[in-house]
Structures are given as structure tokens and as C-alpha cells.
């Protein structure tokens, strides 16, 4: 089992930045890929990034490359977004998942976070 805990949203103007946190419980928290997803206003939950374990893989959605970068430090078992030029459709709630599979942790995940906001103004 995985328990996350995400923490870091907040209200950023246009063009600034924001790092999100999630923190992991659960003794195979470091043998799990992990993700972020997102749902803004009126919309459904959509993923956003997402890291293997173990090597340095990564995925992005497209709408985020370049501007967001996801990492994870094992040893705080804490998963991390960064976000940088920030706009205001990145306005949602962002969501950190995990699931024991890379590819299921992009569309599926077993597990989630509560998840925290995030909005950016114009």
C-alpha cells in the first residue's frame, strides 16, 4: 500500500513558479513509479508528468514539456513538480498518483494523493 500526501499549491501570477511535493508512505514507496495528474475547472483529470523508479525515464504531457520537470528523491520518499512559466490554464488541481506499473501510472494509477490547487492569474 501507498499513502501520498501532496502539499505546495498555491495562487502564482502568470510566468512564475511553483513546486509541488508529494510525500509517499508505505515501504515500497521507492520501487514505484510515480505521477502527477491535473483536472482544471469544469474539466476532467488529466495526466501531467510521470518518473520511473529507477532510471531516469520520464514522461510529459505535451502541453507541459519544457515548463514542468518531475524528480524524486527515494531516501524522503517525496516526489517533486517543478513548474515554471506558469499560465493560467495550468489553473487546476493537481493530483500525485503512484501505481506499480510505468505505463498504468500515466492513464490508471492504483493510488492518489488528495490533491492540491493550483491557480495562476492573469
Known amino acids: 500500500q501507498v499513502q501520498l500526501a501532496e502539499s505546495g499549491g498555491g495562487l502564482v501570477q502568470a510566468g512564475g513558479s511553483l513546486r509541488l511535493s508529494c510525500a509517499a508512505s508505505g515501504r515500497t514507496f521507492g520501487f514505484y513509479p510515480m505521477g502527477w495528474f491535473r483536472q482544471p475547472p469544469g474539466k476532467e483529470r488529466e495526466f501531467v508528468a510521470a518518473?520511473?523508479?529507477?532510471?531516469?525515464?520520464?514522461k510529459y504531457a505535451d502541453s507541459v514539456k519544457g515548463r514542468f520537470t518531475i524528480s524524486r528523491d527515494n531516501a524522503k520518499n517525496t516526489v517533486y513538480l517543478q513548474m515554471n512559466s506558469l499560465k493560467p490554464e495550468d489553473t487546476a488541481v493537481y493530483y500525485c498518483?503512484?501505481?506499480?506499473?510505468?505505463?498504468?501510472?500515466?492513464?490508471?494509477?492504483?493510488?492518489w494523493g488528495q490533491g492540491t490547487q493550483v491557480t495562476v492569474s492573469s
Open positions: 518518473r520511473a523508479w529507477s532510471t531516469q525515464t520520464t
Open positions: 498518483a503512484a501505481d506499480p506499473d510505468f505505463q498504468r501510472v500515466a492513464r490508471d494509477p492504483g493510488f
